[in-house]
């Protein structure tokens, strides 16, 4: 049984990733990463990569949202896009697999409907993420059932290029809100304490924060540039 959305309820789930061009890359460090999360109180993390996944569920036996971040030179959808990485993920062990659900071509030109009924047959009990970007994403993930909708996109596409989720009160994430038919986790750019609390407070299921937490580069970035200005 995979009780994955029980454990997150109105919960955080911290993201540990490093890609291969950040100073942090690497499973060892992604996997002390999820130590110093576990050890803080989150009772999930999210990992890119078959090999971070295994580090991380070596070292902390938490339940994984888990994809594989993959460029590919026909497509510019990149989290988990094809069968390929969906089936390695799953494979891996993660709770949940998460995959782009832009509306955008896919690699090879697979189908985002052709890859959910694949998985639904080969993993049963694997859950499925949907990281839109936009309200038309929403009700897409909607109908193909996946089983928690996710903001990760928002702000990512060219269609959404610069919007951040928090924006006016989070008024585009309460509009995902009434929109979603699944369990919604809001993920990108929830960068204090007081925004991760505000998405649990508006009807989240859960909410996961990145690089305010796991991205030193970004977080001492930010200091750097507050002092030199
Ligand atoms: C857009 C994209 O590729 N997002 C990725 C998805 O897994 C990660 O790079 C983000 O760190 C993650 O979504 C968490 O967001 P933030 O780090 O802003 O808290």
Redesign the pocket.
């Known amino acids: 049984m995979n009780d994955f959305l029980d454990t997150v309820k109105g919960k955080l789930v911290v993201?540990c990733?490093a890609?291969s061009n950040e100073p942090l890359h690497s499973s060892f460090i992604m996997a002390r990463m999820a130590r110093a999360a576990k050890q803080a109180g989150s009772v999930a993390i999210?990992a890119?990569s078959v090999v971070d996944i295994q580090a991380i569920e070596d070292e902390t036996n938490l339940p994984i949202i888990g994809?594989d971040?993959v460029d590919y030179d026909d497509s510019p959808v990149?989290?988990t896009p094809t069968i390929k990485e969906m089936r390695a993920v799953a494979s891996a062990g993660a709770a949940v697999v998460?995959c782009d659900v832009t509306g955008q071509p896919r690699p090879h030109g697979e189908k985002l409907a052709d890859i959910v009924a694949q998985m639904r047959k080969e993993f049963p009990d694997t859950l499925l993420m949907a990281?839109t970007a936009t309200l038309e994403n929403v009700k897409e993930a909607n109908e193909l059932g996946f089983d928690i909708i996710?903001t990760?996109?928002h702000?990512?596409t060219p269609d959404t290029e610069g919007l951040n989720i928090a924006d006016n009160d989070f008024s585009y994430l309460k509009k995902v809100l009434l929109t979603a038919k699944h369990p919604v986790i809001a993920?990108?750019?929830?960068?204090t304490p007081e925004k991760a609390r505000r998405c649990i407070d508006l009807g989240c299921h859960a909410v996961?924060?990145?690089?305010?937490?796991?991205?030193p580069l970004?977080i001492a970035t930010k200091f750097i540039n507050a002092v030199n200005e």
């Open positions: 993201s990733q890609l999210r890119n994809l971040k990149y989290i998460a990281d996710g990760t996109m702000g990512y993920e990108g750019k929830v960068d996961v924060v990145g690089g305010a937490i796991t991205r970004e």
